[in-house]
C-alpha cells in the first residue's frame, strides 16, 4: 500500500502532498527514491514565507540532523 500512499504525494490539495511526505519520512519504510520526492515537496513548502514554511524548515533540519 505504500505505492498508493505515494501517490498523495502529487496532490497539492489542502497540502496533502506535505503531510503524506512527513508520514512517508517519519513513519513509513521507504527506499531512497520515496525519500527523494519525499523531501523535495517538504522543501518545496520550507521555501515559502509563511509559519508553515517554518515549521518545515525547523523540522528538515532536525531530520538531516538524525540522519547523520
Known amino acids: 500500500m505504500l505505492f498508493e500512499?505515494?501517490?498523495l504525494l502529487t496532490n497539492p490539495t489542502y497540502r496533502i502532498?506535505?503531510?503524506a511526505a512527513h508520514h512517508i519520512l517519519?513513519?513509513?519504510?521507504y527506499s531512497p527514491?520515496?525519500?527523494d520526492n519525499a523531501l523535495s515537496?517538504?522543501?518545496r513548502y520550507a521555501d515559502e514565507n509563511d509559519f508553515t514554511a517554518l515549521g518545515?524548515?525547523?523540522w528538515l533540519g532536525q531530520w538531516?540532523?538524525?540522519?547523520r
Open 5 to 7: 500512499f505515494s501517490t
Open 17 to 19: 502532498d506535505l503531510w
Open 26 to 29: 517519519e513513519i513509513m519504510s
Open 33 to 35: 527514491m520515496l525519500e
Open 41 to 43: 515537496v517538504i522543501e
Open 56 to 58: 518545515n524548515r525547523m
Open 64 to 67: 538531516r540532523e538524525k540522519q
